[in-house]
Nanobody, 121 residues
Framework: QVQLVESGGGLVQPGGSLRLSCAAS????????MGWYRQAPGNQRELVAT???????NYADSVKGRCTISRGNAKNTVYLQMNSLKPEDTAVYYC???????????????WGQGTQVTVSS
């Protein structure tokens, strides 16, 4: 079993900041990359930011300069620091991890349950 548990969402005023956290647990052999995606009502799920095991990062153009993705020392956690938040950042944010389970040779994507971020005055 593998679980990804997100935390840190909530209601924030425009211009404010939030820090999302995600921890992966279970029978994990190795994690290649972790990331954050979001889905607003009526929209498809879209990439926000990803980070590889080697520390390479990738950001959506819409969040560049406002968000920073990082991984914890244990490498099974990922964080998203979001600054200068805008109403259009309102969405459910999902944590993603591409990982191999113990005794498996396949890399598989796992998802968290999602955490709501609402930016509103």
């Amino acid at each position: 079993q593998v679980q990804l548990v997100e935390s840190g969402g909530g209601l924030v005023q425009p211009g404010g900041s939030l820090r999302l956290s995600c921890a992966a647990s279970g029978n994990i052999f190795s994690i290649n990359a972790m990331g954050w995606y979001r889905q607003a009502p009526g929209n498809q799920r879209e990439l926000v930011a990803t980070i590889t095991d080697g520390g390479n990062t990738n950001y959506a153009d819409s969040v560049k300069g406002r968000c920073t993705i990082s991984r914890g020392n244990a490498k099974n956690t990922v964080y998203l620091q979001m600054n200068s938040l805008k109403p259009e950042d309102t969405a459910v944010y999902y944590c993603n991890a591409r990982l191999r389970r113990i005794a498996s040779t396949q890399w598989v994507d796992y998802w968290g349950q999602g955490t709501q971020v609402t930016v509103s005055s």
